[in-house]
Every structure is written in C-alpha cells, then in structure tokens.
C-alpha cells in the first residue's frame, strides 16, 4: 500500500507537473515595452535619427521606462522586434546584430538595460525568414538560443513568418527544449496560434500552455480603434474556447497596448487599458515614451488599473452581457471577503451613434451577489467612488468608444469582518 502511495507520488512528481511550462517566469501577465506598433521597421537612420530601429532608440526607451516611473509600476521588459540583425550570419552561422544600426552589438545593449533594473526582450522567427526578411531560425535553433542566452535575454519573441504551420506545435517546442537547456530563464512568447487562428487552423491550446509563456492568437495590432475592436471582437467570439488554457505562466496575448500613439482618444485609451486588465492581457507597451501625453501616461500607470491586470489570482474575465452596444466585462480579483470575491468590471461602448446614453445593469444579471452589495471604485476617475446595494445597479453613461473601469469589492456588516485568503500555497505533493 505504501509502495503504492509512494509511486503515484513520484509518478505526479515526474509527469503530473507538465502540464504547463514550468520556468517560473510569467506569474502575472509580462509587462513592458516593444518597438513594433510604434517603430515598425524603420531602418533609414539618415532621415530618421531619433526613431530608427537602433541602439540608441532603446537605450533612450530604457532611461524612460525608469525616469518617468514606468518600470517602478511594473512594466519590466525592454523588447526588441523584427529588424534588429544583420540580413547575413557569420561566418560560423551565428546571428549577428546591424553593425551600423547596433555598433556595440546585442549584448552590450543587454547589459545596458539590465545596468537600468530591467530585462531584455530580442526577437526570432522560427521559419526561413523574419516577417521583415531577415534571418530565420528554423536551421540553426539550437545555435540561435544559445546565442540570445549568452547575450543575456530574458524574453525571446519567436515569430512565425515563413514557415510551415503544419510543423509549429513540434518546432516552437522543439526551441522550447534547447531555451530551457541554456539554463538561463527566458521568457517564451511564441506567435504559432496567429498563424493557424485565421486559416481555421485549431491551434492546440493545450500543446501552447506546456510550451510557451504568452501567445498571439489573432492578427497584430495597428494604431486605430477598429483594429482594437476587431482584436477585442475576436476574443469575445472565442472566449470560452481559450480562455481555460489562460492562467499564471500561461498567457493569451491580444498583442500590444497602444495607448499614447496617433490612433486612440483618450476614452479609447482608457477602453484598451481596461480590457485587457480584465482579459488579464500582457501589458505591452509600443509608443514613443518620448512623447506620451500626460492623459495617456495617466492611463498607462494607473495603479489600480495594474493591480486588476496582474492581480494574484490570475483569472481571465470575460464579456458576459451587452444592452444597447454597451458591452460588460468581468474578473474575479483579490480580496475574497466573507467568502465573496471581488470584482474588476469593465464597461465598454461600441456605439457611434454620438450619445452617451445611460445604461443600467443590474448587479443580479451579472452574477455580483454579494448580501451586503459593493463598493465601487472607478479606476480612472478620482474622487467618483460610490456604493451599490445588493438589489441595486451599475448605472453609466459611457462615451461613445469609451471604456470605464470598476473595482468592486463586497460590503460587510461590522460584525463579520473576515478576510479569506485564497489559497496560497500550491500543493505539489
Ligand atoms: C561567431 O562569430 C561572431 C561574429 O564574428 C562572434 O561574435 C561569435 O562569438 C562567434 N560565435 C562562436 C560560437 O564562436
Ligand atoms: C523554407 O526554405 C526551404 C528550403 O529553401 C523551402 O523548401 C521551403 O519551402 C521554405 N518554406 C517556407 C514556408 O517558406
Ligand atoms: C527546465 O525545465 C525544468 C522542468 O520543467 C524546470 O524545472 C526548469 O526550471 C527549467 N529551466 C529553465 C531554465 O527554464
Ligand atoms: C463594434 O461595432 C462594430 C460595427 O458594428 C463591429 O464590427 C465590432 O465588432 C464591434 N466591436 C466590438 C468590440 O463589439
Ligand atoms: C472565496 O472564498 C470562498 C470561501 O472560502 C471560497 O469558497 C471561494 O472559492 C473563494 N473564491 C475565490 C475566487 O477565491
Ligand atoms: C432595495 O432594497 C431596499 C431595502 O430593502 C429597498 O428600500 C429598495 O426599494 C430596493 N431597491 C430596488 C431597486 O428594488
């Protein structure tokens, strides 16, 4: 009997853990800033000396992310995309970065952005090419890995241009092994559902949650509100069907935040920013940290917005219920009062029809059943807190394409104070 015990112990311990990547990174949802949306391939550094895709564009990003307070709110990872590297190998068949572009190469970038406190994000593709031509990986993975560990990345964005999407679930894994030899942590943001998602492809989610940190299930993301709507209109449509594979260590990837660019108003913003806090999305930034506006650098640190985004819990909210083109969203959140969660709630307009009509949701119809109902914190708003009881609603007028987000936390009578921790040890035998 005991012997019995014994192997069913070991055997969970040998194979009941692998159900998902397990290199302790990715605990909240990565939170940074990548120079794609922004930056995109911009390689003329005569015309362009202070936007090229350059050393010098993320030495800058870096100084940013720390002087006006980005990474203290937790965005962490500087992340260099496509257009980085040389369009020949060595050689000996190493990458080698722009000589020109990159004069120091890539490990002297990293060690400058880890001299700031942060982490170092570089990207690959897994196929023949990179989307924008140059080198791919897919004859050289192992040697590739090796040389992004020895140049100390912490993230490595693999893409997937050019190649064969029939063989991405064994490729991308097959990358997976050789990162996870080098010994070095790296974050692992695979990109292979976003190239099997539009071609009705189902990609196996499962096979994605044992191998990869974060991934892009869906198109990439441009400077405008349609293309946020489109991507927020495509997760709706799947929601059920990816959102159980979605959880810490384990991310659905909307792609990047948008947030202080050309494209969004600032009630759009606000709306992209409260989204993807309740789709628990990686929190990416791509803008020029130059040049933020300070309503959107608002909307960017708010605290509580974070909070919600990375909250301990890791649970994925959803959309659960829309009255006249007012969409709801919610997320179960810390802290659990008296046995009832908490709740991030999200209140997006899609109407264009330039009027903020008022719109009610009952607390009954959205499942919030707190007895004693609930404090209400408006995220984005200060000084517009406000109660609900049990039996009342949530009453708003939205502006049209804007986003509204709520911090719900249940009320209690004095005499049953009572905070129940969820639980915080993971039991691994
Ligand atoms: C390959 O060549 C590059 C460029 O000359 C060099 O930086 C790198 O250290 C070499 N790699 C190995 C493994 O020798
Ligand atoms: C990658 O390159 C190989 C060898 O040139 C070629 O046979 C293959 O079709 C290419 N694959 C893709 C998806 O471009
Ligand atoms: C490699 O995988 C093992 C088993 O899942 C894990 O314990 C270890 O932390 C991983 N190492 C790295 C560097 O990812
Ligand atoms: C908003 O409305 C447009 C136009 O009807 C529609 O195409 C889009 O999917 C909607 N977006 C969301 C997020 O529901
Ligand atoms: C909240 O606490 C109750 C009572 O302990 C528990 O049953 C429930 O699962 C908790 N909910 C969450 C989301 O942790
Ligand atoms: C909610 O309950 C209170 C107290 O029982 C009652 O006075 C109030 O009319 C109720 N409100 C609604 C909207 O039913």
């Known amino acids: 009997m005991k012997m019995l015990f014994l192997t069913i112990c070991l055997t969970f311990l040998l194979f009941g853990v692998s159900n998902t990547l397990d290199n302790g990174l990715a605990d ?18 005569e015309t362009y000396p202070d936007e090229c895709v350059s050393e010098q564009l993320f030495r800058n990003m870096a100084d940013l992310m720390v002087s006006e307070g980005y990474l203290e709110a937790g965005y962490e990872y500087i992340i260099v995309d496509d257009c980085w590297a040389s369009k020949k190998r060595a050689l000996n ?68 241009c050019y190649a064969d999407q029939e063989t991405m679930e064994q490729g991308y894994a097959e990358y997976g092994r050789y990162m996870n030899e080098t010994g070095r942590p790296m974050v692992y943001s695979c990109s292979w559902p976003a190239y099997q998602e539009p071609f009705n492809i189902k990609p196996n989610y499962h ?16 400077d405008s509100w349609e293309s946020v709507s489109s991507i927020v209109t495509w997760f709706v ?35 992209q920013m409260t989204i993807w806090s309740i ?8 803008n020029d940290l130059r040049a933020i506006d300070e309503e959107y650098k608002k909307i960017l640190l708010n605290r509580d917005a974070i909070a919600i985004n990375q909250d301990y819990l890791g649970k994925i909210g959803k959309q659960v219920l829309v009255k006249k083109k007012v969409a709801v969203w919610t997320k179960v959140i810390m802290p659990n009062i008296s046995g009832h969660p908490s709740y991030a709630v999200g209140i997006v307009s899609n109407r ?24 209400v914190q408006n995220v984005f708003e200060d000084q517009a807190d406000f109660d609900i009881p049990s039996n009342g609603s949530i009453s708003m007028r939205i ?15 004095y005499s049953e104070i009572q905070i129940i921790q969820s639980e915080i040890t993971v039991d691994k035998i």
């Open 28 to 45: 909240a949802p990565p939170m940074g800033w990548m120079h794609w949306q922004r930056f995109r391939c911009v390689i003329d550094c």
């Open 93 to 160: 068949g190493s990458l080698v970065a722009d000589p020109v572009r990159f004069p120091n190469g890539i490990k002297a970038l990293a060690d400058y952005v880890h001299s700031k406190g942060l982490k170092f994000g570089l990207y690959g593709d897994y196929g023949n090419l990179t989307c924008a031509g140059y080198p791919g990986s897919i004859d050289h993975m192992e040697l590739d890995v090796n040389t992004f560990a020895a140049w100390g990345v912490d993230y490595i964005k693999l893409d997937g």
């Open 207 to 222: 096979a994605l949650r044992k191998t990869c940190n974060l991934w892009r299930n869906w198109d990439d993301i441009d």
């Open 237 to 271: 449509k799947n929601q059920d069907r990816i959102a159980p594979f979605s959880g810490p260590g384990h991310w659905n990837d909307p792609d990047m935040l948008i947030i202080g660019n050309y494209g969004l108003t600032v009630p759009q913003a606000k709306a």
């Open 279 to 286: 789709m628990s999305a990686p929190l990416i930034m791509s």
């Open 352 to 375: 264009t029809d330039g009027f903020a009509y008022k719109v009610d949701f009952p607390l009954k119809d959205l499942n919030l059943d707190a007895p004693h109902g609930y404090f």
């Open 399 to 413: 502006i049209p394409t804007g986003g509204v987000l709520l911090k719900l936390t249940p009320r209690m009578k």
